[in-house]
């Protein structure tokens, strides 16, 4: 279940996650569809929190904030083995997923949430279209893309299986980055389902 664009209404979604494989060859034909997404000008369709471990909470809004990322979400108490203290990631602090992506691997709407991740867009999350540096500005808010790499994990092969965990990691579902994206917040502000996500490139150098 997800929120109503808007509306601010929440619900809570199970910890009894149902597994629902697609095979390989329905998997692959659904790429093209993913390529398809906008470059420049995307849709925010999901927000999603993790207020604790195995749970999820779908919003119609919610707040980014420069030291907890997604407000409600359990980011900052989740530690990282990229960082030298063990603590949480600020080069990932919020995960953004293709909505077309998600799609295509959950096989439906409310099943979006299992896959882990916040924000669930419309928009080539590809490293030729949004190379690190990128700035990503949604409502109030603005994310920056970081290098840090989001890759599939146990939990996500569990729900979606095997077949979907190794199309997110073929060279070229790596470079049109399938699984996602990770962000930090350079800019605090409020967010809606259904808001626009403007795209603005770093300079060349």
Known sequence: MTAEPGTGTETTE????????????TLLAGVDDVRRSSQDVGTLHALVVR???YERRSLGTATLDLALGVVGDTWIERGSRRTADGGPNPDAQVTVMNSRAVDLVAGS????PLAGDQLYVDLDLSVTNLPTGTLLTIGDAQLEVTAAPHTGCAQF???FGVE?????ATPDSRELRLRGINTKVVRAGDIAVGDSVHVTRPAPT
Request: positive net charge.
């Open 14 to 25: 199970s910890s009894a996650h149902v597994a629902f494989h697609r095979d390989a060859e």
């Open 51 to 53: 207020p604790a471990k």
């Open 109 to 112: 709407r409310d099943r979006w």
């Open 157 to 159: 092969t569990e729900r």
């Open 164 to 168: 979907a965990l190794r199309l997110t």
